[in-house]
């Protein structure tokens, strides 16, 4: 086994591969760019080495050869499956903790691996060429041929639609991966996305460990995963793990792997061949927890040239495992990527957590918006659900939004519960009734801002903020208050309403609302209040007025997000209809099209390709005709 592993990688996963490294006694060397100079894992390691670029692969192994790495563990994303890394570390004499580069370039390539699947006997569906697609029977899919995490993909419901569809996404593959190839593919309108777990070593042994459920999606990047799925059967299961394993002895692949199948959301029966991921997936934890295996140190030993020493019928799966991934994301603005430090952080007690993040950590828009997984294990589905609800409900996060709350509404969802899910569910279910109304948000908000006030205060009555007079008695106070952006509220409480909140340790706090006892987060940072409630979080700011966000009424566009200008369509004084592009950001690798909100022509524009931009600043403003 190796001395020293370096990890090729950040966040969370960097801190994940760093647990199994301290627990084998092997040293973890990190690398971190200037923007991830305090992150955790640089602490966390043994030893960590400053680089300018995650997909700088000479000062990667420059790294290695520097603090004499024996190997290298590329985690996910960034260049995880990078056949020109695992060259690099050949010549270096550093081992790849992965496939052999003809296998991850094989795999990586999605048409040669269908073609692939294809011998191997495995169903796939039909892909067109652009002339072909013109004339064939839609919805389609547009996939970037290299990369993944839904980045790249465009569905098309119509012809007229396929060419910006291909530009579209030839540009953000491009940026993405490097390679903006793309190639087109029939789309089941209702489809689940199942994937089988595969491990191979390099003297022909495979296994496979079941298949995880990854249907609940949005923009085709998963939110939600669970092992195993509700809707397979022993039998499919056994022939699913028959078709990965038999496209991976096809490939030629070595080390830990996946096989993403998509299946008819009826008949998950009616399956093809979607990808091979050829590296640790995102969700890899829910197949540790109901196999009992560390596939880290699975991936470690099978890099050093050991066997398995496991065979087939040695996998057994136990129970059910669920894993939520929590985003800097806004589910109630489209999922746009958010940013922010965090001010206040708190992990579920009876979960596995795998995060990236601690109290003053700076989240922002140039990486990836996973902030931490939550992933939990039970005797059977129903006692998993209701674990993983009790860990969200028992995460904080403050300082920046995220999806934690949105993550237990849709947990809630009849047909999340049941089983009935589809990678199109996220969209067709209605917005979630809010936990609370914003009136009681910002009445929180106040009583615990004068609850904070008076922590450390004397028993001086004039030395109180919240105002008392004479004979003993609280004044009453008045608030303006704007939730998460939204109109004024104003919140009158009077003196003996801060009766209702009780300090119950740092930060944390039980209020009285309708009746009802509630447990609350509170804290301060940059003249906002933030509070959290079972996992739910807004940020409130006391205000004089709140400006509109978005396309105001008089044609103004604003930035809903943080990010960069990517494109720019119009220039002052063209002519414009609603809804042609005006601007396109980029935040996260992702694509947004800002609009034209009306019929008119482009009066100002505030930004051009390049600039950075932050939430609510002005782009472009269209003016009607006089």
């Not at 647990?19 to 084998?24: E, N, Y």
């Not at 007690?349 to 700076?362: F, K, N, P, T």
């Not at 447990?519 to 940072?525: D, L, M, N, S």
């Amino acid at each position: 086994m190796f001395e020293t592993v370096l990890i090729a990688n950040r966040g969370e996963i960097a801190r994940r591969v760093i647990r199994t490294l301290d627990r084998l006694g092997i040293e973890a060397i990190a690398v971190y760019t200037p923007a991830d100079r305090d992150s955790p894992h640089v602490r966390e390691a043994g030893q960590a080495v400053a680089i300018n670029s995650y997909l700088e692969i000479d000062q990667i192994i420059e790294a290695c050869v520097r603090t004499g790495a024996r190997a290298l563990h590329p985690g996910y994303g960034f260049l995880s499956e990078s056949p020109a890394l695992a060259r690099a570390c050949t010549r270096a004499g550093v081992t790849f903790v992965g496939p052999p580069p003809e296998a991850s370039e094989l795999m990586g390539d999605k048409l040669r691996a269908k073609q692939t699947a294809q011998t191997a006997g495995v169903p796939v569906l039909p892909s067109f060429t652009v002339d072909e697609a013109r004339g064939a029977a839609y919805p389609l899919l547009v996939k970037a041929t290299a990369g993944g995490g839904g980045r790249g993909m465009r569905e098309v419901t119509r012809p007229e639609d396929l060419d910006g569809a291909l530009e579209s996404a030839r540009r953000e593959a491009g940026a993405g991966f490097g390679d903006d190839r793309v190639f087109i593919e029939r789309l089941l309108p209702r489809a689940r996305h199942l994937e089988v777990q595969v491990i191979a070593d390099q003297h022909g042994n495979i296994v496979h460990l079941g298949e995880r459920e990854c249907s609940l999606q949005r923009r085709h990047q998963k939110l939600i995963e669970e092992s195993p799925s509700p809707a397979v059967s022993p039998e499919l299961r056994a022939q699913l793990g028959r078709e990965a394993v038999a496209l991976a002895r096809a490939g030629g692949y070595v080390n830990a792997g996946t096989v993403e199948f998509i299946a008819d959301a009826g008949d998950p029966g009616e399956h093809y061949f979607l990808e091979c991921n050829a590296r640790l997936q995102v969700e890899h934890p829910v197949t540790e927890l109901v196999c009992g295996l560390d596939l880290v140190a699975l991936q470690l030993k099978i890099a050093a040239g050991q066997e398995l020493g496991l065979a087939q019928e040695d996998v057994r799966l136990r129970g059910h495992a669920i894993e939520a991934r929590i985003n800097a994301e806004d589910a109630a603005r489209a999922f746009l990527p958010a940013a922010g430090r965090v001010i206040a952080y708190r992990r579920a007690a009876h979960a596995r957590v795998d995060d990236a993040i601690e109290l003053g950590s700076a989240i922002s828009t140039d990486y990836d918006s996973l902030v931490a997984k939550v992933i939990v294990h039970g005797d059977d589905r129903d006692a998993a659900l209701a674990r993983l609800d009790r860990a969200l409900a028992d995460t904080v996060v403050l300082g920046v939004t995220t999806t934690t709350g949105f993550l237990r509404s849709l947990l809630a969802a009849e047909a999340v519960r049941s089983g009935r899910l589809d990678t199109g569910l996220i969209d067709r279910l209605p917005a979630p009734d809010p936990l609370l109304d914003e009136p009681e948000v910002a009445r929180a908000a106040a009583l615990m801002t004068l609850a904070a006030r008076d922590q450390g205060r004397t028993d001086d009555p004039f030395a109180r903020l919240d105002g008392w007079r004479l004979g003993g008695r609280r004044a009453g106070s008045w608030w303006r208050l704007a939730v998460a952006g939204g109109e004024p509220i104003e919140v009158a409480l009077s003196g003996d309403e801060l009766d209702a909140v009780t300090h119950t340790g740092p930060e944390s706090y039980t209020i009285a609302t309708g009746g009802e006892r509630r447990p609350w987060v509170g804290a301060h940072a940059d003249g906002m209040i933030w509070v959290g409630c079972e996992g739910h979080a807004w940020p409130v700011r006391a205000v004089s007025a709140v400006a509109a966000r978005g396309a105001a009424s008089d044609g103004e566009l604003r930035a809903p997000m943080p990010g960069q200008v990517l494109v720019v369509s119009a220039q002052v004084g063209d002519r414009v209809r609603a809804g042609d592009p005006v601007v396109v950001l980029e935040s996260m690798k992702m694509e947004l099209v800002m609009s034209a909100p009306l019929d008119g022509s482009i009066a100002e524009l505030s930004v051009a390709v390049g600039d950075r931009v932050s939430v609510d600043q002005p782009l472009a403003r269209v003016e009607a005709p006089r």
